[in-house]
């Protein structure tokens, strides 16, 4: 409609700066209807190989908030701890350099409610061009005491690449994206989680890397007011 | 709440204190290098051929050898012109698709890796030419069949043997012979899945 009102009507000087007008407030008025939250999601990631095909992989992060509040808002400035996550996975090679893996998580929540979640995974690795990058779809359950029990179905792309040379060798520093969709379900209702997370990286060697960068988490894609999340994030692989 | 914090941040430093003393010894390592660190003598075969656009220069340490490695394109095929650290030339890598071998070769190739592994899929092959720099030249200019040098595939395959599937290298001579099977050690890949 707005593409055909171009073609039929001459654009002035006066019409450029009402479009201009009609565009920032509806941003604004987007950006009302957003939610924020800044914190940090520190983790350690500790693997081992049982033999040739098993594994099990132990995994703990906990999550702080600074702030939090509306877009276009004063923030509303709440230092708060919010959970600690401990979590363990069994993993079995499947292909070259596939793994299927089952695992459990427990949520040690600031109010002291603990959750439990069961997670299963397929993790696929595919080379192109030199550059490795793995396809992770993971299904998961969640249960707590006072409440629905929540269901996922989540997709994850991962890639890293050397920022020096060909392959990502001891002493130097990387790149890694990745990209989740998280389909959530809970109670009957439904909601969409888009996560995009760039990281700087440094292998100390290939067993061990770390890993520091921004999370960024778009939730209820589909719905009137979105949750934007940003965590600062610290990794630390660790393989024994 | 504040001992789960400090027990997590305990254990970060101490794990991270136990890594750093059993570090692995094991040193190889690929590396990006300026035009200018290169040897004048690479440089000037380079050169030397028809200008090829732009040349990524890399430097490869192990313990076996360094080497330094330029990287290019000519006619959208991947080159990798091979020199050692005073800039002779050793030998030039084509990255290739595997319906370019000759039918003989490639059937020969074929048979020898069915008889190797239970089942095998070929990841990436690459056409290695060493000989002397007039050969390789030619080769690179107007390959002709009067040069001399000794071609060899390398092929990174992934193959199953004895129900365990591994990554391997395994080279080839020119009629399709093996001459090498060592397994390449996969990376560690849990940065990526977790």
């Known amino acids: 409609m707005s593409q055909l009102l171009f073609r039929e009507t001459p654009t002035t000087l006066s019409t450029k700066k009402l479009l201009i007008l009609l565009f920032a407030l509806s941003i604004r008025s987007a950006l009302a209807q957003s939610t924020y939250l800044i914190g940090t999601l520190p983790s350690v990631n500790i693997s081992t190989n049982l033999n040739e095909n098993y594994g099990l992989n132990f995994k703990s992060e906990f999550r702080q908030i600074f702030a939090a509040g509306f877009m276009g808002d004063e923030p509303i400035f709440d230092h708060r701890y919010i959970h600690t996550d401990l979590s363990i996975m069994a993993s079995r090679k499947v292909g070259t350099e596939n793994k299927v893996a089952f695992g459990y998580l427990i949520r040690m929540r600031e109010d002291g409610e603990n959750l439990h979640r069961l997670t299963q995974q397929i993790a696929l690795m595919s080379h192109i061009n030199g550059l490795r990058l793995a396809h992770r779809i993971r299904t998961d359950e969640t249960f707590h005491a006072n409440g629905e029990p929540r269901f996922r179905l989540r997709y994850r792309a991962a890639s890293d690449f050397a920022l020096n040379g060909a392959t990502i060798d001891p002493r130097e520093f990387y790149i890694k994206l990745t990209n989740e969709y998280v389909n959530d379900w809970q109670g009957g209702n439904y909601s969409l989680e888009v996560r995009v997370t760039p990281l700087l990286g440094y292998a100390i060697n290939d067993a061990n890397k770390l890993e520091i960068g921004l999370d960024y988490r778009i939730g209820s894609v589909l719905k009137d007011i979105n949750t934007n999340s940003f965590w600062a994030m610290i990794n630390w692989y660790l393989k024994l | ?194």
Request: charged share 25%.
């Open chain 2, 1 to 194: 709440m504040k001992l789960v914090k400090r027990t997590f941040l305990t254990t970060c430093i101490c794990l991270l204190c136990y890594t750093q003393a059993f570090a692995q010894t094991k040193f190889e390592r690929e590396y990006r290098v300026k035009t200018n660190e290169v040897p004048a003598r690479a440089i000037a075969f380079i050169n030397w051929q028809t200008s090829y656009g732009k040349i990524r220069w890399y430097y490869e340490e192990n313990f076996e050898a360094n080497a330094y490695e330029g990287k290019l394109k000519i006619n959208k095929q991947k080159y990798s012109i091979e020199f050692d650290t005073l800039g002779n030339l050793q030998d030039i890598e084509v990255e290739l698709n595997v319906k370019r071998i000759d039918s003989p070769v490639l059937d020969e190739i074929k048979q020898s890796l069915s008889e190797k592994f239970d089942r095998y899929k070929i990841i990436r092959l690459q056409q290695q030419f060493s000989g002397n720099i007039k050969s390789l030249s030619s080769f690179l200019q107007t390959p002709s069949p009067t040069d001399s040098y000794v071609v060899r595939y390398e092929m990174t395959i992934k193959g199953k043997k004895n129900g365990s599937r591994e990554l391997y290298e395994v080279t080839f001579n020119s009629a399709g012979e093996v001459i090498n099977v060592s397994t390449i050690v996969s990376r560690n890949t849990d940065n990526l899945e977790y």
